[in-house]
């Protein structure tokens, strides 16, 4: 079992940046890749970003490319999404997941966070 608390989250007017972490405690953090989705009221669970086991590999949503960052410290067993220049279509509940392979599919995801909210003002 992996357990993952995600935080970081709050309200935010557009152009601004906000910072996610999620902290893994249980199962070695290393041997998972790691993602982050969103989920907007009354929309399907959308992949955002994805990190490789070691950190070498990262790949993003397209409406995210060029915004957010995807990181990890295995070291402390945490995973980071940065995300700047925020628009309001950024708005959701942000959720970190673990997994045996890189993948966009929420369904590929073993282990979820219970999700932080994300609010962006216009």
């Known amino acids: 079992q992996v357990q993952l608390v995600e935080s970081g989250g709050g309200l935010v007017q557009a152009g601004g940046s906000l910072r996610l972490s999620c902290a893994a405690s249980?199962?070695?953090?290393?041997?998972?890749?790691m993602s982050w989705f969103r989920q907007a009221p009354g929309k399907e669970r959308e992949f955002v970003a994805g990190i490789s086991w070691s950190g070498a590999m990262t790949y993003y949503a397209d409406s995210v490319k060029g915004r957010f960052t995807i990181s990890r410290d295995n070291a402390k067993n945490t995973v980071f999404l940065q995300m700047n220049s925020l628009e309001p279509e950024d708005t959701a509940v942000y959720y970190c997941a673990a997994g045996a392979t890189n993948s966009r599919r929420y369904g590929n995801y073993n282990y979820w966070g219970q999700g932080t909210q994300v609010t962006v003002s216009s």
């Open positions: 249980g199962r070695t953090f290393s041997n998972y890749a």
